[in-house]
């Protein structure tokens, strides 16, 4: 049996069982290819931009980043743990965990990716 990337603490996967599983796609027995070591430093370095986030932006209300998906043409909000937790698990050869954001997320706390890296970058500037 193939391992399952199962946290108790994520929501089940709400497509199990759906034979129109939009990750049917994905063959379980063929590993994901692996990391070239550019990617695994970028990885890496925007692990430790999310740590920083996490530490500093957080404090000041900023719960973590939204993304417009090109597939649904919505936007998608990640808290700071799970985006962490994402790249932890590209990292280890993962598939990320499944996880739900809140129904309804407070937009306001939550800003693009290239805002969060500038006003880190702000903040040390001072």
Known sequence: ???VNYDSQMPLDPFAGDPNDPASFL???EPAPPL???ERVGILHDLSVVAKCKKKL???GIL????????CDD???YDWDIMAANMTATLAGEL???HEPSLQPD?????PWDYAQGYLDGLDAS
């Open 1 to 3: 049996m193939a391992s």
């Open 27 to 29: 063959d379980a027995d």
């Open 36 to 38: 070239t070591d550019e």
């Open 58 to 60: 957080q404090p000041r």
């Open 64 to 71: 973590g980043v939204f993304f417009l998906c090109e597939d």
């Open 75 to 77: 936007f998608h909000y």
């Open 96 to 98: 990320s965990p499944v």
């Open 107 to 111: 937009v306001s706390a939550y800003v």
